[in-house]
């Protein structure tokens, strides 16, 4: 169909919005509560910002272009004087219930609001008034600052509809609606499980991560400690991004400078202890294969990753029948914590509670996993303070560093030795890819000569695929998004689905899309060039199966002999609760 | 009970049960026959509507029965609790028939003497009839009340007429014929083209063609179908819906029925607010009754057809009387509207095509289908057929519920039906269509009134509230008002009526209280048309008019405020001064040792003065000064 839009025309296929029709036509209507990822069939579309409005001839009113479909012969003023001033003032008003002080504001410089203030010219705000006020949220991981909710519902959907956590809703009429969880409880009394995809999404600052950038600072400059870092695979993807660098940059060698050159005494990888979880999560996987095949029905299966813990959350929360069935292995953050207090203090001869793990992390989920009672010794906790990738971009700025011009350094040993295994546990799909390199070594005693397995990849929310061991087809199921994973799970616990493992990974794509992540504004592109960044890194390694990994297998030698053993049991595993009654106080 | 299996059971129990209100029917017709004890055949009408039972009706017929049995008469005295007659001003209401006596704010007390001289004595209790105001005649028969003479009752039919408890006294009014008639003689889409061509509108406010709206969800395909009856009455001050529901729920039930067969849905819904439990105790009675006879559940009327109706409770939001926030709420969900489209009739409850219709737009339906499409067309202005229900209220005599054809005037209305303005005083505005509606002056008395020209005129039918203001009134406070309903009961959706409408009321609150200026009214007046233009759904686009109308018609009152402090009805007290004349004062000291702030100072029979700056306006003084030396400036 045909229709104008500011006198030129367009012509789209049915069911097109206003919206796409012109940015079809380079038009660009701003929006704000609109939310649309499409590779990852994300949408949120309440119409209830009214930023977007337009004039259609004919029409009584102005009509919202995110959800207002095209007509044939449709007739579209996206600038005249009635929109820009309806705009204008709708923006007005938003502005005169937020508070201006966008100069101390954590989401200062990517917050929406002030950007498209800024494109409208908003020089004064004519409705000043009443603003609403409310207690600030801490919970471990997230803060919420409703005084600055637009009620643009992101959060929303994010939490109901893709996560299908439910911690949040709109609550409250009028002027006094805001989004909250239920009976305005705190976000950590509530089911939620922090994997802060509603902090991805949030336009403004009203939903943000706790900054633990001043803890870290503060242990830096402390002389009686000595302090460790390490880095998850998908911050090295992502960080360049916060200077400037195109999405999909790898920064792998400017990151370990920065750190270096921050203070840190060694500067290690997650992705270490990525190949320690292939090692350990990968033969409780062949230990538990091989019983069933061999008639033992008792084995629980499919084996289910246990790396994200907002992942680990959900089933506590939700599948309190089934805790038995996620791999007992902890997760890289809380494996590298464990081993870094123990082998590796021991090696340099620093005691536990002078020594201090940091941990950069695209996630938000990782600052209340490390607060977790069960990692902690005597009160010290195996990893002391998690920070996300934007806040270790703050370090770095604070810092004075011109990180776009470091030259590339190496991590430390013996923590920072990775393969290209542990890399890929950075995007959805590749910690079971990760781990059927390892296991199916193991199983077949064969090599793996083609290491890519590109059925375990892709941005579908859920996947299932059959590889082949050697003869022996094991059932493989993929789903990101705990919507997607909740989907996934329902149907192994009826039986619908016959699988022998499955990886859950919280965020939609992977950690490259987790809640600690530079902000990518609901652009899809974003997260694609992540991913594709993420294996190019994979490709790049010498070494691309975790069992290869030397500093792995010195481990094992010299300190926890082999997986699965007592000691690797005591230090590496965990066990899981029953946190059923989050969800039925509700 | 008995079933009702076929539409020849259906005509016999409405033969038999015709004895039970013959005397009604008589009198309703005006047989004036007597109606004395010993003839029999009589009975006593007394209103069971919420108004009426707050004033002790339930006592009052009680008395009445006791008063008979005293007489021996309580076999042929038949003492009937009905729906609301409308004439809620002079409530509580007492009807005798079939002599068609109308007893107006008739005390338990009154109820021996009623017995005694009127039923048994056969001499009306003049005392207890209604006095008409102009030539101060008693009026013994309804009829003749200006009250009622320019009235049509269509959806009202059995309000005030039959015991909305008793599925006998509806059927023998010919209810659950129209049902009948659909059942066995028409073909659905017949009953859609009636509908159509009676030209019914929607009675809830927006007034979409009833037909149009049915035949749009038979065409939708689905597995399943909903009726939905919209009794989430939230406009302040209208209560038709809820009379209708008190008093004659078989209509509704019927006509959600007729609804279903047209459309092909098997389940109705009536969402209603839980606040009305007299509507929800009928209403679930009245179902109850209908199921057991067989007229709602499987194979009515021994037809394939069945349908069944349930209640869903809604808090009481005013949001949830539009219809996609009203469907959310039956869901379980927030109750906040949606865009549409898609519209109910597509994808409505639980994602399936749904109906949604008024309360008293389904009261309408058996009528037209009994008397015919033509009959009702015949009725009411070019677009607009029919009657439609006002609720009477504010600066008015005749407070009450009315019901009158399209196209009757609000001169009409306000001067004949409800009797001028109390107290004499001037008419200054009329609001119509409740909080979002507008308000309407001297220059709009002689439209007539229709969808169509109260839009024209700023303002809108609404579910028909009408509140008329007479000079008293400042028409920035009356604005104001309104703004803080809207403010409270918008759902917070969308930016322009969350945040816009409040910003609407602190101007409005900042006019009221002589703080504000020119530019205020500028921006309201801006405010006020961009929330028009881009708020969501209808709540948030026509929560404006109030604003934009009295800005329309009064703006020189709105001036006065911000130029000269001046409020001319002299409600906002800020803008009030209270001064003493000293060529009046006395020096009583009276004034000065009751002003609760000790704003007044002055000697012993000296003149006294009031310190304008600790003034609180509280009026105290100006009640106790004996020699009006105070006034109001």
């Known amino acids: 169909m045909k229709l104008t839009i500011d006198n030129r025309v367009a012509e789209v296929a049915k069911g097109t919005t206003v919206l796409e029709a012109a940015k079809g036509l380079g038009i660009d209507i701003p929006t704000l509560c609109y939310y649309h990822l499409e590779n990852l069939d994300i949408e949120n579309k309440p119409g209830g910002c009214r930023v977007c409005v337009v004039e259609v001839e004919g029409r009584r009113n102005l009509a919202p272009a995110c959800s207002t479909n095209c007509e044939e012969g449709m007739v579209v003023r996206t600038h005249s004087m009635r929109v820009l001033n309806a705009r204008r003032t709708v923006v ?19 917050c929406e609001l002030q950007t498209l203030a800024q494109k409208l010219g908003v020089r004064e705000i004519a409705y000043q008034g009443e603003q609403s006020h409310y207690r600030k949220d801490l919970s471990p991981s997230i803060v919420r600052d409703v005084d600055k909710c637009i009620m643009c519902r992101r959060c929303e959907t994010m939490c109901n509809d893709v996560q299908t956590v439910g911690a949040l809703s709109a609550v409250n009429r009028g002027f006094n609606a805001v989004v909250s969880p239920a009976f305005e409880m705190d976000l950590d009394k509530s089911p939620c499980t922090f994997c802060g995809q509603c902090v991805t999404a949030c336009p403004t600052g009203a939903l943000t991560e706790v900054d633990h950038t001043a803890r870290v600072i503060a242990a830096l400059n402390d002389p009686t400690k000595t302090v460790v870092v390490q880095t998850a695979p998908a911050v090295r993807v992502a ?7 195109a999405p999909g940059t790898v920064v792998t060698g400017k990151l370990a ?61 939700n599948y309190p029948d089934m805790l038995d069935v996620p791999s007992s292995a902890k997760s890289p953050q809380q494996m590298f914590g464990a081993v870094a207090k123990t082998y590796f203090a021991n090696q340099i001869g620093v005691k536990r509670e002078d020594l201090v793990v940091v941990s950069v992390m695209p996630c938000l989920a990782k600052k209340y996993e490390c607060q977790r009672e069960e990692f902690k010794t005597d009160g010290n906790p195996d990893v002391d303070i998690a920070i996300s990738t934007r806040e270790l971009a703050n370090l770095i700025k604070q810092s004075n560093l011109d990180f776009a011009n470091l030259p590339d350094e190496d991590f430390d040993n013996p923590l920072g030795e990775s393969t290209g295994a542990g890399v890929i546990f950075g995007v959805t799909g590749g910690v079971i890819e990760a781990a059927t390199r390892t296991a199916y070594e193991l199983f077949t005693g064969k090599t793996l000569e083609k290491v890519e397995f590109e059925a375990l990849r892709g941005m579908d929310g859920v996947r299932v695929a059959t590889v082949d061991f050697d003869g022996t087809p094991i059932r493989i199921g993929i789903a990101h998004g705990l919507g997607h994973a909740r989907q996934l799970l329902d149907a192994v616990r009826s039986h619908e689905l016959d699988l022998h493992a499955i990886e859950v990974m919280a965020c939609p794509g992977g950690c490259i899309g987790g809640g600690g992540q530079p902000y990518h504004h609901g652009n899809a592109a974003v997260l694609e060039a992540r991913a594709k960044a993420i294996y190019r890194e ?49 | 009970m008995d079933k009702i299996k076929s539409l020849d059971d259906l005509r016999a129990l409405r033969e038999a049960a015709g004895a039970i209100v013959r005397s009604r029917r008589q009198g309703e017709e005006g047989a004036q026959a007597g109606c004395d004890g010993a003839s029999g055949g009589c009975t006593l009408l007394v209103c069971g509507g919420t108004g009426c039972k707050a004033s002790q009706s339930a006592l009052i017929a009680e008395r009445l029965k006791d008063a008979l049995t005293e007489k021996g008469l309580e076999d042929t005295v038949q003492v009937v609790t009905t729906g609301c007659f409308g004439f809620c001003e002079k409530g509580p209401i007492v ?29 009306k209790v003049t005392r207890l009839l209604y006095e008409d105001p102009g030539t101060r005649t008693h009026v013994s028969d309804a009829k003749h009340m200006d009250f009622y003479r320019k009235q049509m009752r269509i959806a009202l039919r059995n309000c005030g007429f039959l015991d909305p408890e008793r599925i006998e006294e509806y059927i023998a009014c010919d209810g659950y014929a129209a049902l009948g008639k659909c059942l066995t003689a028409m073909q659905p889409a ?13 009675r809830g406010g927006a007034g979409f063609p009833t037909g149009l709206k049915w035949e749009i969800t038979s065409k939708s395909q689905a597995d399943q179908k909903y009726v939905v009856c919209n009794a989430d009455e939230g406009d302040p001050g209208a209560f038709m819906d809820r009379s209708i529901m008190e008093g004659d729920p078989h209509s509704v039930i019927e006509a959600m029925a007729i609804c279903g067969y ?23 009675k009245a179902i109850a009754q209908a199921r057991d006879c067989g007229l709602l559940g499987e194979k009515i009327l021994g037809t394939g057809f069945s349908f069944d109706i349930e209640l869903r409770f809604g808090a009481g939001a005013f949001v949830c009387g539009e219809e996609t926030a009203l469907i959310h709420s039956m869901e379980g969900k927030r109750g906040e509207p949606t865009l549409k489209p898609p519209f109910p009739s597509v994808s409505g409850y639980l994602g399936k095509p749904t109906n949604v219709n008024n309360v008293e737009t389904f009261a309408n339906i058996p009528v037209i289908i009994n008397k015919g499409a033509e009959w009702f067309a015949a009725i009411g202005t070019e677009k607009s057929k029919g009657t439609k229900v006002f609720a009477l209220a504010g600066k008015i005599n005749n407070v009450g519920l009315i019901e009158v054809p399209m196209g009757i005037t609000l001169r009409e209305i306000i001067f004949e039906i409800g009797g001028g303005i109390k107290g004499g005083k001037k008419f200054k505005a009329v609001q119509t269509g409740g909080p979002s509606g507008g308000c309407l002056t001297e220059k709009h008395l002689d439209i007539p009134i229709d969808y169509e020209s109260l839009t024209a005129a700023g303002s809108m039918m609404g579910s028909g509230g009408m509140i008329v203001m007479d000079e008293d009134d400042c028409m920035v406070s009356v604005a104001k008002f309104y703004l803080d309903f809207t403010v409270e009961e918008s759902c917070g959706k969308c930016t322009p009526c969350r945040i816009g409408n409040k910003r609407l009321y602190e101007i409005l609150d900042k006019i009221t209280k002589g703080k504000g200026t020119m530019d205020d009214l500028h921006r309201l007046k801006n405010l006020a048309q961009v929330i028009k233009d881009t708020a969501l759904c209808g709540l948030g686009q026509t929560s404006p008019n109030p604003v934009l109308s009295t800005l329309n018609n009064f703006w020189d009152e709105y001036v006065e405020h911000v130029t000269e402090s001046k409020c001319r009805a002299g409600q906002c007290r800020a803008l009030m001064r209270y001064e003493i004349d000293p060529a009046v004062c006395v020096g009583c000291t009276a004034c000065a040792r009751n ?10 029979k000296q003149p006294h003065k009031i310190n304008q700056d600790v003034c609180i306006k509280c009026g105290a003084c100006i009640e106790k000064c004996k020699f009006n030396a105070i006034s109001i400036k």
């Open chain 1, 92 to 110: 007005e008003l938003l502005l005169s219930d937020h508070p201006a002080d966008c100069l101390v504001c954590a989401k200062s410089g990517h």
């Open chain 1, 538 to 586: 994979d490709e790049g390694k010498a070494l691309r199966k975790s069992h290869e990994n030397e500093y792995v297998k010195r481990l094992y030698e010299e300190f926890l002999q082999h997986p699965m053993s007592e000691k690797a049991h005591h230090l590496l595993h965990t066990h899981y609760f029953d946190h059923s009654d989050k969800i039925e106080t509700i």
């Open chain 2, 95 to 123: 009807k005798v028939m079939p002599d068609n006596t109308f007893y107006t704010q008739v005390k338990p007390e009154d109820a021996a003497e009623i017995v005694n001289e009127h039923i048994v004595g056969g001499n």
């Open chain 2, 595 to 604: 002003c609760p702030v000790s704003a007044i100072e002055g000697e012993k």
């Open chain 1, 257 to 317: 400078a920065a750190l270096r050159a921050l203070g840190f005494d060694r500067v290690f990888d997650t992705d270490f202890a990525a190949d320690l979880t292939i090692m350990e999560e990968g033969s409780e996987l062949l230990g538990r294969l091989s019983a069933f095949m061999n008639g033992d029905k008792s084995v629980k299966l499919p084996i289910l990753t246990s790396c994200c813990p907002a992942w680990v959350n959900f089933f506590e929360y």
């Open chain 2, 262 to 284: 047209a459309i092909g849905a098997t389940k109705g819904l009536v969402y209603i607010r839980a606040e009305y439990p007299l509507a929800i105790e009928r209403l679930q």
């Open chain 2, 190 to 202: 017949e009953v859609i083209d009636l509908v159509k061509r009676s030209g019914l509108r929607g």
């Open chain 1, 239 to 245: 960080l360049g991004e916060e200077f400037g660098m």
